[in-house]
């Protein structure tokens, strides 16, 4: 059997964007409230029962939203630009120990409705 388990987070932070549509407002320094999600899939272990401690889980992202919470994206060394797709790639990025285990990355942002999901 195979299992698939997830955790979840949230970082505000605020961003600029080129872009050809809505050029004013992408422009200018504006924020979000991001969210992210991180599925690991694998067998369950026997003796502990679990594909992974999720404890291990949230204190690695615990450390990758430490890098985005209330920072200025286009600051953030390897993200640039901070689009929805590079984010979802920065934080795959960051969890290197959990691969060839990682199965997705999602990241969104509720207030807008839009997404973007990493799939591996």
């Known amino acids: 059997m195979r299992f698939t388990i997830s955790q979840r987070f949230f970082f505000d932070a605020a961003h600029t964007l080129k872009r050809e549509i809505e050029t004013e407002g992408s422009r200018r ?5 991001y969210h992210a999600e991180v599925w690991i899939a694998g067998q369950r272990d ?5 594909v992974i401690d999720l404890g291990l889980l949230r204190q ?3 450390d990758v939203r430490e890098q985005l919470d209330h920072h ?3 600051d953030v060394a390897g ?3 901070p ?7 920065f934080i795959a990025d960051a969890l290197p120990e959990f691969r060839p285990s990682l ?3 999602r990241v969104w942002r509720e207030a807008l409705g839009d997404s973007c999901t990493l799939e591996f």
């Open 29 to 33: 320094i504006h924020g979000h409230t």
């Open 46 to 50: 026997p003796v502990t029962g679990m």
């Open 60 to 62: 690695r992202l615990d």
């Open 72 to 74: 200025l994206l286009d």
């Open 79 to 81: 993200l640039h630009p």
């Open 83 to 89: 689009t929805l797709e590079n984010l979802c790639l």
């Open 103 to 105: 199965a997705r990355v």
